[in-house]
C-alpha cells in the first residue's frame, strides 16, 4: 500500500503527522503566551507606573492580529501557495518570531511578535484544513480525528508553560523564549518527514493553475508573497507598539490603532453579512443567521476565556497562593490540563445521549457553556473570601476556575467549528470560517478592554496584596454577571434558535 493510504488506530497516517506538527507549533504559541504578559510588566514595560494598562492594550492587538491574520493566510493558500507551503512558511516566520524574542530589546520585542503574527497566519488556518482533507466527504471517522487532534493542541497547550516557566524562572526569559522556538522548529520537522514519507500523498500541493509561479511585477507570486509577508513585519510591530489611546475622548476615547482598525473590520464584515443574507434564500438566510449568532456567542466566550493569558496571569502572581505548587506563568498549563483529561469522556457523553435521543442541540449547548464560564468566574470571585493575611487565595479555587472554563470551553468550541460549516452555504463556506476565526481576533478585542479597567498602576515590583485582590475579584464578578446573564438569554432563546436551524442539529 502507498504510505498515504497506510492507517493507524483507524485514522490516516497523515492524521499523526499532522498531530505532531501541530502540538509543537501549539507548544511554541502556549509555551510564549504564558510568558508573554509577565515579561511586558517586569521588562518591557517595567518602568512605567501604567504597565499594565500597555501591557493590557498590546496584549489585545497581539491576540487579535494573530487571529485575524488566519483569514488572509488561508486566502493566499486558497489561491497561490497551497497548504504545504504555507505550512512552512509559517512556520518559519513564527520560528523567526520566537528566536528574536529571545533577545532582550524593546524594538526586538515587537519585532519578533510581528513575525509570529504573520507566521501564525499561513500556519494555523492550514493545518487546520488539512486535516479534513485527509478524509472523504462524509467520512463519519473525521470528527474523531479532529478531536485527537484537538488533543494534540492541548498536549502542546498543556507542557511548554510548564517547561517555559521552569526555564524563565530558572535560567531567564530568554530560555523560556528559545525553548519555543526549538518547539517551533521541532513541528516543522515532523511536518517535512510526513512530506519525505509521502503520508500526504498529493494533498496540499500550491493550486494546479499555476499561480504560484506566475509574475507580478516580474517577481513570481510564490517569492513575493514571503517578500511582502516579511516586509509587513516591521508595519506591524509599529501598530503592536503603539498602545496609547488616539484620542483622550469622544467616540475614540480610550481607543489605540489596533482598536480602531478592528472597528472598522467589524463593520465592513457585518455589512457584507447582511448583503449576502440580503441575497439569500429564506432558508439559507435563517440559517446564515444563526450562524452569525453562534459565531456573536463564541466571541463573547473566548472574550472572558482569553483572560488566563492576561488578566489571570497577573491575578495568579499578585493574589494565589502558589509557593512550592508550580509559577504564575505555569498556571497557564490548567486550562489545557482539563481539556486532555476531559475531551474524551464529553464526546463521549454526545455519543451516549445520541443514541437515547437525548444530545442537546447546538444553542443549549452553547447556553450551558456560557453558564460555565459565568460559574468559573465566581468561583474566582468568592476566592477573595477566603485569602490569608498577605491576600492570597487558595490555589484549590484557580483549579476549579479552569475546570469550569474548559467544561464550557468543550461545549462550544468543537461543536461550534462543525456548525458553522453545516449552517453556511457552500458558497461562503470559506468567508464563514474565517468569520469564525476572526470570532477569537474580535474576543481580544474584549480582553483588552477588561484589562484596560483591572488594570493596576504602580512601579512596585512586588504588587498584590489585598489592594489588588479586591480590584480583580471585583472584575471577575461583573464579568460572571455578564457571563451568566448572557447564557440564561441564550437557552431563553434556544427553542427559537433551533426552529431558524431547521435540520441541522
Ligand atoms: N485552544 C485552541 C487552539 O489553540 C483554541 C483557541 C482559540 O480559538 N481562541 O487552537
Known amino acids: 500500500k502507498p504510505a498515504s493510504e497506510r492507517e493507524i488506530l483507524g485514522h490516516p497516517q497523515g492524521l499523526f503527522y499532522l498531530f505532531f506538527a501541530e502540538l509543537w507549533e501549539r507548544f511554541s504559541f502556549y509555551g510564549m503566551r504564558a510568558l508573554l504578559t509577565l515579561y511586558m510588566v517586569n521588562v518591557i514595560f517595567e518602568a512605567l507606573a501604567e504597565r499594565d494598562y500597555a501591557t493590557a492594550a498590546v496584549y489585545a492587538s497581539y491576540g487579535s492580529l494573530v487571529y485575524a491574520s488566519t483569514v488572509i493566510g488561508g486566502k493566499i493558500s486558497d489561491s497561490i501557495l497551497g497548504m504545504r507551503n504555507s505550512i512552512f512558511l509559517g512556520g518559519i516566520l513564527m520560528s523567526i518570531g520566537h528566536f528574536v524574542l529571545a533577545i532582550e530589546n524593546d524594538i526586538a520585542f515587537f519585532l519578533a511578535l510581528s513575525f509570529i503574527i504573520v507566521g501564525n497566519g499561513f500556519f494555523k488556518p ?101 517578500v511582502l509577508a516579511v516586509l509587513s513585519a516591521p508595519i506591524i510591530a509599529y501598530l503592536l507598539s503603539s498602545y496609547k489611546a488616539v484620542a483622550t475622548d469622544g467616540l475614540l476615547a480610550d481607543q489605540n490603532i489596533v482598536n480602531v482598525i478592528f472597528k472598522f473590520i467589524g463593520i465592513a464584515v457585518l455589512a457584507y453579512l447582511g448583503y449576502i443574507m440580503f441575497k439569500a434564500t429564506l432558508d439559507e438566510r435563517k440559517k446564515l443567521f444563526v450562524a452569525v449568532l453562534i459565531t456573536f456567542f463564541m466571541t463573547i466566550f473566548w472574550g472572558f476565556h482569553e483572560l488566563s493569558g492576561s488578566v489571570i496571569t497577573l491575578f495568579a502572581a499578585r493574589n494565589v497562593s502558589l509557593d512550592g505548587i508550580m509559577t504564575a506563568a505555569q498556571t497557564n498549563s490548567l486550562n489545557s490540563m482539563w481539556i486532555i483529561i476531559l475531551a474524551i469522556p464529553i464526546s463521549m457523553m454526545w455519543t451516549k445521549l445520541a443514541k437515547s435521543g437525548k444530545n442537546p442541540r447546538t444553542p443549549y449547548k452553547f447556553g450551558l457553556g456560557l453558564l460555565f464560564a459565568g460559574i468559573s468566574f465566581y468561583i474566582l470571585a468568592i476566592s477573595g473570601a477566603s485569602a490569608n493575611d498577605n491576600g492570597l487565595v487558595p490555589f484549590a479555587y484557580l483549579l476549579l476556575m479552569y475546570f469550569l472554563l474548559s467544561v464550557g470551553e468543550l461545549f462550544m468550541s468543537p461543536v461550534g467549528l462543525s456548525k458553522i460549516t453545516d449552517l453556511s452555504p457552500t458558497r461562503i463556506v470559506a468567508f464563514m470560517m474565517g468569520v469564525w476565526f476572526l470570532s477569537s481576533a474580535f474576543a481580544f478585542q474584549v480582553v483588552g478592554f477588561i484589562g484596560k479597567q483591572l488594570a493596576i498602576e504602580s512601579t512596585d515590583a512586588n504588587v498584590g496584596g489585598f489592594d489588588t485582590l479586591t480590584v480583580y475579584t471585583e472584575g471577575f464578578e461583573l464579568i460572571a454577571y455578564y457571563s451568566i446573564g448572557a447564557g440564561l438569554l441564550v437557552l431563553i432563546a434556544s427553542p427559537l434558535i433551533k426552529k431558524l436551524m431547521g435540520n441541522v442539529h
Open 126 to 226: 492550514n493545518i487546520s484544513t488539512f486535516v479534513g482533507t485527509l478524509y472523504e466527504k462524509g467520512d463519519p471517522k473525521k470528527d474523531s480525528g479532529f478531536t485527537i487532534f484537538y488533543m494534540g493542541i492541548n498536549i502542546g497547550g498543556w507542557v511548554a508553560p510548564l517547561l517555559c516557566g521552569w526555564l524563565a524562572a530558572t535560567y531567564g526569559w530568554h530560555y523560556g523564549f528559545g525553548l519555543a522556538g526549538i518547539g517551533m522548529l521541532t513541528g516543522l520537522i515532523f511536518f517535512w518527514s510526513g512530506i519525505k514519507k509521502g503520508v500526504f500523498g498529493d494533498k496540499g500541493m500550491a493550486p494546479e493553475d499555476g499561480s504560484i509561479n506566475k509574475k507580478v511585477v516580474g517577481i513570481k507570486q510564490g517569492i513575493l508573497v514571503p
